[in-house]
T-cell receptor, first 112, second 113 residues
Framework: KAGVTQTPRYLIKTRGQQVTLSCSPISGHRSVSWYQQTPGQGLQFLFEYFSETQRNKGNFPGRFSGRQFSNSRSEMNVSTLELGDSALYLC???????????FGPGTRLTVT | AQTVTQSQPEMSVQEAETVTLSCTYDTSESDYYLFWYKQPPSRQMILVIRQEAYKQQNATENRFSVNFQKAAKSFSLKISDSQLGDAAMYFCAYQNRDDKIIFGKGTRLHILP
């Protein structure tokens, strides 16, 4: 089975721009979660989608949004980028509630 | 709100020795899951071990085992016969049945040859 894939792997953007990150879960997994990882804050939960519906949301501003498509692929969007948004963004898929999360390699976003 | 605390930002252990990583958590729930995840320098996070709170028996996976103390809200990871490939960042995580996963800040483990 193919693992979780994330594109792009690296991204450099300028303050004020917007960015879209993509995540393809493991085949058959319907839950996709997004995390922001920074050296100072560690891993912080952004949101989780299950069957195209946002099931949980972390404490991030409205500039961070996401969606999930009928094939379970998910996208995450960050608008009006700030320097503090520079981070590794990880996506994880799971077969259902409280199941093992399988992580992708991440997208390294740098905001200049 | 639930929290997960890993009090050891970094640890080192000699190859072939045993090391224990600490994790405490705070919750008012009685039914939940606990995990240890490993993130090697290549950055792909993988699950090491999983414990269901209703199970009293400590989970084990080969050289990895946990000491789950529900009353004390403690969930430590023991790595026996440490190998160079065990060098990584280790994250303790908590999840109850209907909520998001909460991760600790992580412990960076160094293996000394």
């Amino acid at each position: 089975k193919a693992g979780v894939t994330q594109t792009p792997r690296y991204l450099i953007k300028t303050r004020g721009q917007q960015v879209t990150l993509s995540c393809s879960p493991i085949s058959g997994h319907r839950s996709v979660s997004w995390y922001q990882q920074t050296p100072g804050q560690g891993l912080q939960f952004l949101f989780e989608y299950f069957s195209e519906t946002q099931r949980n949301k972390g404490n991030f501003p409205g500039r961070f949004s996401g969606r999930q498509f009928s094939n379970s692929r998910s996208e995450m969007n960050v608008s009006t980028l700030e320097l503090g948004d520079s981070a590794l963004y990880l996506c994880a898929s799971s077969a259902g509630r409280a199941g093992e999360q399988y992580f992708g390699p991440g997208t390294r976003l740098t905001v200049t | 709100a639930q929290t997960v605390t890993q009090s050891q930002p970094e640890m080192s252990v000699q190859e072939a020795e045993t090391v224990t990583l600490s994790c405490t958590y705070d919750t008012s729930e009685s039914d939940y899951y606990l995990f240890w995840y490993k993130q090697p320098p290549s950055r792909q996070m993988i699950l090491v071990i999983r414990q269901e709170a209703y199970k009293q028996q400590n989970a084990t996976e080969n050289r990895f085992s946990v000491n789950f103390q529900k009353a004390a809200k403690s969930f430590s990871l023991k790595i026996s016969d440490s190998q160079l490939g065990d060098a990584a960042m280790y994250f303790c995580a908590y999840q109850n049945r209907d909520d998001k996963i909460i991760f600790g800040k992580g412990t960076r483990l160094h293996i000394l040859p």
